[in-house]
């Protein structure tokens, strides 16, 4: 089975706080693939970032930053510096090899408020 | 500009009026899902097409159709909509290179049935 757990609800910040989400996933899957999204309160999904199984280099990109660990099967996304705009619900997901769906597993979504 | 346009983005109606929600992309893609996000279920897949021609179902499928008849779009019918398919729907899309390609997902479409 495959699952991801955003144990994080909901996260307050204020503005220029740096706040971690935290993301948990469970897979039998070898090759998988792990990925960030952003709902803003405008209701979009906006995709963040694709990671593989066999890359676990952390990336940043500007603010955001993203560290993959599949010894402790976690991809955690920090966002450095938050801003108002930040706001938003963020998705973690995860897509097996297996799957023959092609769908996503999405966690729960962590809601974060940045307040000013 | 790529990207996934689903209409309409809002639309209340009437148990039993069917309706359909159309969605387009303009990335050549392969791959084109629908989901829907329900507080507390999370967002949860209705229908799949690998390609044209090709479709199957997802995770809750019932009360829904779908056609696959040009690789740019992707309709999701209700042919006789309940009060339990409100919801926020998404239409999404990836393109070639296994199923490590990124979904891009439309802007949503809002669906109350009264």
């Known amino acids: 089975a495959q699952k991801v757990t955003q144990a994080q609800t909901e996260i307050s910040v204020v503005e220029k706080e740096d706040v971690t989400l935290d993301c948990v996933y469970e897979?039998?899957?070898?090759?998988?693939?792990l990925f960030w999204y952003k709902q803003p309160p405008s209701g979009e999904l906006v995709f963040l970032i694709r990671r593989n199984s066999f890359d676990e280099q952390n990336e940043i990109s500007g603010r955001y930053s993203w560290n993959f660990q599949k010894s402790t099967s976690s991809f955690n996304f920090t966002i450095t510096a938050s801003q108002v705009v930040d706001s938003a619900v963020y998705f973690c997901?995860?897509?097996?090899?297996?799957?023959?769906?092609?769908?996503?597993?999405f966690g729960q979504g962590t809601t974060l408020q940045v307040k000013p | 500009e790529a990207q996934v346009t689903q209409n309409p983005r809002y639309l209340i109606t009437v148990t039993g009026k069917k309706l359909t929600v159309t969605c387009s992309q303009n990335m050549n893609h392969e791959y084109m899902s629908w989901y829907r996000q329900d507080p507390g279920l999370g967002l949860r897949q209705i229908y799949y097409?690998?390609?044209?021609?090709?479709?199957d179902k997802g995770d809750v499928p019932e009360g829904y159709k779908v056609s696959r008849k040009e690789k740019r779009n992707f309709p999701l019918i209700l042919e006789s909509p309940s009060p339990n398919q409100t919801s926020l729907y998404f239409c999404?899309?990836?393109?070639?290179?296994?199923?490590?390609?990124?979904?891009?997902f439309g802007d949503g479409t809002r669906l109350s049935i009264l």
């Open positions: 097409s690998m390609n044209v021609e090709v479709t």
């Open positions: 897979t039998r899957d070898t090759t998988y693939y």
């Open positions: 997901a995860l897509r097996g090899r297996s799957s023959n769906t092609g769908k996503l597993i």
């Open positions: 999404a899309s990836s393109g070639e290179g296994g199923l490590g390609q990124p979904q891009h």
